[in-house]
């Protein structure tokens, strides 16, 4: 069955630094998502992305948050200056091409620890 | 906006009991409902969905759950536990309003199976 794929699975990085979080989302799918669970609290959601464009965002995707679909495969999400409260597990989603109702296809998350 | 409540943080139950994890909802339109399971060190996988219809909803391994619009709840049910069903359960709202661009999560509850 495919599957949607995040790296890294854990990233360290220190405070103030940018990073990267990569995912390629099943191939047929439109429609992507980043969600966070910061440890022991609920899943929140960051941004939905459409079309090559953010089709919806949460007042935590500050200016310090972007995403991107750089290639056919891959979407990233970027922190430019991280903060220790960016510390959490963040998940990639995506759903198919049949509606918006379709339930979301997550990865297995990428750790991210800013120290 | 949609809020969705989980009325349990922790679910203690024997193998083979019944059990119930209460689900609340809030929005000002019609509503898709889910419920996703997270085991450990995993992403979230769809157990079930109610997007129409029948507002009793079969799932994977046995979980069901009924959609009950006057009492806004989706309450996930299972007649006989397993210790493999030890996981995070969350529930989800997405209104048929944005089409599902913001699919909004609980904050979970750890159903916990004891032999």
């Known amino acids: 069955e495919p599957e949607v794929t995040q790296t890294p699975s854990h990233q360290v990085t220190q405070m103030g630094q940018e990073v990267i979080l990569r995912c390629v989302p099943i191939?047929?799918?439109?429609?992507f998502y980043w969600y966070r669970q910061i440890l022991g609290q609920k899943v929140e959601f960051l941004v939905s992305?459409?079309?090559?464009?953010?089709?919806?965002k949460s007042e935590i995707f500050d200016d310090q948050f972007s995403v991107e679909r750089p290639d056919g495969s891959n979407f990233t999400l970027k922190i430019r200056s991280t903060k220790l409260e960016d510390s959490a597990m963040y998940f990639c989603a995506s759903t198919e091409p049949t509606g918006t109702n379709s339930p979301l296809h997550f990865g297995n998350g990428t750790r991210l620890t800013v120290t | 906006a949609q809020s969705v409540t989980q009325l349990d943080s922790q679910v203690p139950v024997f193998e083979e009991a019944p059990v119930e994890l209460r689900c609340n909802y809030s929005s000002s339109v019609s509503v898709y409902l889910f419920w996703y399971v997270q085991y450990p060190n995993q992403g979230l996988q769809l157990l079930l969905k109610?997007?129409?219809?029948?507002?009793l909803v079969k799932g994977i391994n046995g979980f069901e759950a009924e959609f009950n619009k006057s009492q806004t709840s989706f309450h996930l049910r299972k007649p006989s536990v397993h210790i493999s069903d030890t996981a995070e359960y969350f529930c989800?709202?997405?209104?048929?309003?944005?089409?599902?661009?913001?699919?909004?999560f609980g904050a979970g509850t750890r159903l916990f199976v004891k032999a």
């Open positions: 191939s047929n799918h439109l429609y």
């Open positions: 109610y997007l129409s219809g029948s507002t």
């Open positions: 989800a709202v997405s209104d048929t309003n944005t089409g599902g661009f913001k699919t909004i």
């Open positions: 992305f459409y079309n090559n464009e953010i089709s919806e």
